[in-house]
């Protein structure tokens, strides 16, 4: 297994461990573009898809499947915004398994058993050690300022960690949007686990500001944090009436 390989698997694996990934919704998966953009690879060839797959992708699941573990790049699809094959992996994910194009039950079963796979113990057992602390730039950082520019490796705003900590004590760990609590679902490990995320995106203020804790920032999980992101300027409060209405839907019998 290449570097990338295994910094493209990490990264996968992470996302599964941090509970972002929902094998059955598709709205919780992850775009091309966004992975390649995360891991550092660069977009070089005609799409993000054909690069991700040049530098990594096509060769990681090739070991897993020589190795016998679930495929778990399936997770990596097109936009939902796609016109063609929107939340869908390309169709040489599908060829290369010898599965037919858009086996949707196949694709999660293959994402259930890869969130539910000891990662660690199987990796160790091959010589090779994917952590669960993927490192990606975080909502907060270092002085209470914020917006100045930094190279992580893309452009990414200062945070800070002081006004992280002030956010957490005003309202608590607990995401704001569905109240999901890691300490409560995953016991110890999930101890003070939470995403801080800014009301306005310090990339549309674009300079140097104070930051108000109490007014700017909201604890907010990784699922609800990544729809706020991709939804565009959808609020905090829309996107609870939005998940409530879909409970309801699912909820209702016939």
């Known amino acids: ?16 461990q941090r509970g972002n990934i ?11 573009s966004q992975v390649l953009k995360d891991i550092g690879l660069p ?29 778990i790049t399936g997770v990596i699809i097109n936009k939902l915004s796609d016109p063609n094959r929107p939340g869908m992996p390309s169709k040489s994910y599908f060829s290369f398994h010898g599965r037919e194009d858009m086996d949707f039950a196949w694709l999660q079963q293959q994402l259930k058993l890869a969130g539910e796979l000891n990662w660690e113990l199987e ?77 306005t995106p310090l990339s549309e203020i674009g300079e140097s500001y104070r930051v108000n804790p109490e007014h700017d920032l909201r ?4 699922n609800c944090h990544a729809m706020l992101h991709r939804k565009g300027n959808i609020s905090i409060e829309e996107l609870q009436k939005e998940i409530s209405f879909i409970q309801a839907v699912e909820s209702t019998s016939y």
């Open 219 to 222: 604890p907010v999980c990784p």
């Open 1 to 16: 297994m290449t570097e990338n390989e295994l910094k493209l698997l990490t990264y996968l694996v992470s996302n599964f």
């Open 43 to 71: 977009n070089d060839d005609r799409t993000p898809g054909e690069s991700l797959n040049r530098h990594a992708m096509g060769g990681l699941a090739e070991w897993l499947s020589i190795n016998g573990l679930p495929a």
């Open 123 to 199: 990796l160790s057992d091959r010589g090779l050690v994917v952590g669960d602390d993927f490192s990606l730039p975080d909502e907060v950082d270092d002085s209470l300022t914020e917006g100045a520019k930094k190279t992580i490796t893309v452009n990414a705003y200062e945070r800070n960690s002081e006004a992280r900590d002030r956010c957490i004590k005003l309202y608590g760990l607990d995401c704001a949007v569905c109240s999901f609590n890691f300490e409560s679902f995953y016991g110890l490990r999930g101890k003070d686990f939470i995403h801080v995320h800014h009301l």
């Open 22 to 32: 929902k094998p059955q919704d598709p709205r919780t998966h992850l775009p091309y």
